[in-house]
């Protein structure tokens, strides 16, 4: 326990064949990223207060698409408040772990659990009302509505309007290029604002888990920068989040704790901070 009396960040202990990154916590070294993380999310906890029990949790899930498994009995668990992400290779199984806690693929075994019930198999709309959201790879905005019209998509499971009107105002302040733009149709703009876009018609439905599957790809430096300071600051802000990542030295950077993921299995598990400098993780993710 740590002197404010919040549970440390430990290393969860190891499912199946995964196994924790070892080696002593090491001060990250100087980086041009470092003004992502915030005083704030630093050393945020895995839970706090008297619930210790994950916001998300899979256990054994196996996802298959047709005759190809492509998600073979992982264990997962991400708890409230935290920031934890999921890298891996190109065909390892991120995105259909993902589509899997989403419905959007269904789950050939296992058990995925969120906010103490459980959902495998539960479709999409039902789970946005629940409070867990995913902006998708590829973005998948609505290309021939506006801006404002997209964002409204997002608050569709919504009846508090005037809550809505001010989240809204939150999201313009996010992203002050949605506002100067926001009758324009989103099929006409770049794909970093279209990312933008994506990311607040996620936050309209108030999400207390925010699934993010590849935020950062095809972007300009300087977009994914933008990218990853308002991921900050949704996390911040108490929301949970799962984060798929390519550039994994990014993900880890920002992240409480990280999964590493190939051939459809995790096989490292541990706080962030430690798998950036496990060798086998710089080995094989940042080209070293």
């Known amino acids: 326990m740590s002197a404010k009396g919040r549970p440390e960040r430990e290393l969860l202990p190891p499912g199946g064949k995964a196994r924790s990154a070892k080696g002593a916590p090491v001060s ?53 408040g935290e920031l934890v992400c999921l890298i891996g290779a190109n065909g390892a199984g991120k995105t259909t772990t993902l589509k899997g806690i989403c419905g959007l693929q269904p789950v050939k075994a296992g058990t995925i659990r969120y906010a103490g019930g459980d959902i495998t198999g539960k479709p999409a709309f039902l789970l946005v009302r629940q409070g867990l959201a995913m902006v998708p790879e590829g973005r998948g905005v609505f290309g021939a509505l506006t801006i404002e019209e997209n964002l409204a998509m997002g608050a569709y499971a919504r009846s508090d309007h005037a809550a809505i009107r001010s989240d809204v105002e939150r999201v313009y302040g996010l992203f002050p290029r949605l506002k100067e733009r926001r009758r324009q149709t989103a099929g006409t703009m770049s794909g970093g604002e279209q990312q933008m876009l994506a990311m607040g018609r996620a936050l309209m439905s108030r999400p207390k888990l925010l699934l993010l599957d590849e935020p950062s790809m095809g972007l300009a430096p300087l977009m994914v920068q933008k990218v990853f300071e308002t991921i900050l600051t949704v996390s911040g802000e108490g929301v949970t989040i799962l984060l ?24 490292i598990q541990g706080d962030a901070k430690k798998l950036l400098h496990d060798p086998a993780v710089r080995a094989a993710y940042l080209g070293e």
């Open 28 to 80: 990250p070294p100087d980086r041009p990223n470092d003004e992502y993380r915030s005083a704030q999310h630093e050393g945020s906890p895995v839970s706090t207060g008297a619930d210790a029990t994950p916001l998300l949790e899979l256990s054994r899930v196996e996802v298959a698409y047709g005759g190809i498994q492509a998600v073979k009995g992982i264990d997962l668990a991400v708890g409230h």
């Open 244 to 267: 798929i990542e390519q550039n994994a030295k990014l993900a880890l950077e920002v992240s409480h704790r990280g999964y590493v993921m190939e051939s459809g299995e995790i096989t």
